[in-house]
């Protein structure tokens, strides 16, 4: 029902930028939360922020606060993240997903979550 593709990944300096984009096809409804994970290697799955797709509201992790902005573009069924400040520990694979059935929660915990894109590398060089 709903394919979630990301890209933007790649190598950056510590300190330096990159934009994340999640593209989702099939169908997104406005009642959907769509959050961003990551996951090094022997680490599990982590929260780093969602957003509301209806209201635009978002949370983040308390790692990512300051750093990182979370938004959607509707007509382009695409959610984006950007990141600034970025550190070496910041590397890792990063996913998309997508809740269909949102309630006020924040909703921070991958089994939330039925969606998933194929994940991004982000690597972060010191």
């Known amino acids: 029902q709903v394919q979630l593709v990301e890209s933007g990944g790649g190598l950056v300096q510590a300190g330096g930028s990159l934009r994340l984009s999640c593209a989702a096809s099939g169908r997104t409804f406005s009642s959907y939360t769509m959050g961003w994970f990551r996951q090094a290697p022997g680490k599990e799955r982590e929260f780093v922020a969602t957003?509301?797709?209806?209201?635009?509201?978002?949370h983040y992790a308390d790692s990512m606060k300051g750093r990182a902005t979370i938004s959607r573009d509707n007509a382009k069924n695409t959610v984006y993240l950007q990141m600034n400040s970025l550190k070496p520990e910041d590397t890792a694979v990063y996913y998309c997903?997508?809740?269909?059935?949102?309630?006020?929660?924040?909703?921070?915990?991958?089994?939330?979550?039925?969606?998933w894109g194929q994940g991004t590398q982000v690597t972060v060089s010191s």
């Open positions: 997903a997508a809740r269909s059935f949102s309630g006020s929660y924040y909703y921070t915990r991958p089994r939330d979550y039925a969606y």
């Open positions: 957003i509301k797709w209806g209201d635009g509201s978002t």
